[in-house]
């Protein structure tokens, strides 16, 4: 089984940067795709981010097309999440996941971390 532990959330303002980072236990991380979800007070978790095995493939959510940007080091066994410009609608508790395929369905996913908060004020 696989262990995920999300980090570099954080306050900022909106128009600033932040990079997560998913670091995973175990040998068989570079075996998964990897996607990044997001979840605010209220809402469902939605999907930010997914990226394939081999990093070839990357989705992307609409509202984040442009300003993130997902990543991925097998060698470091973490995947990564670039935010740029960030806005206050960005603000949420950011969790990674593993999946047989990249995909954008949280359906798919499993081995969930426990999150990072991220707040964007204006």
């Known amino acids: 089984q696989v262990q995920l532990v999300e980090s570099g959330g954080g306050l900022v303002q909106a128009g600033d940067s932040l990079r997560l980072s998913c670091t995973a236990s175990?040998?068989?991380?570079?075996?998964?795709?990897m996607g990044w979800f997001r979840q605010s007070p209220g809402k469902e978790r939605g999907f930010v981010a997914t990226?394939?095995?081999?990093?070839?493939?990357?989705y992307y959510a609409d509202s984040v097309k442009g300003r993130f940007t997902i990543s991925r080091d097998n060698a470091k066994n973490t995947v990564y999440l670039q935010m740029n410009s960030l806005k206050p609608e960005d603000t949420a508790v950011y969790s990674c996941?593993?999946?047989?395929?990249?995909?954008?369905?949280?359906?798919?996913?499993?081995?969930w971390g426990q999150g990072t908060q991220v707040t964007v004020s204006s």
């Open positions: 996941a593993t999946s047989r395929v990249a995909a954008t369905s949280p359906l798919v996913y499993h081995n």
């Open positions: 175990g040998r068989t991380f570079s075996t998964y795709a």
């Open positions: 990226i394939s095995w081999s990093g070839g493939t990357t």
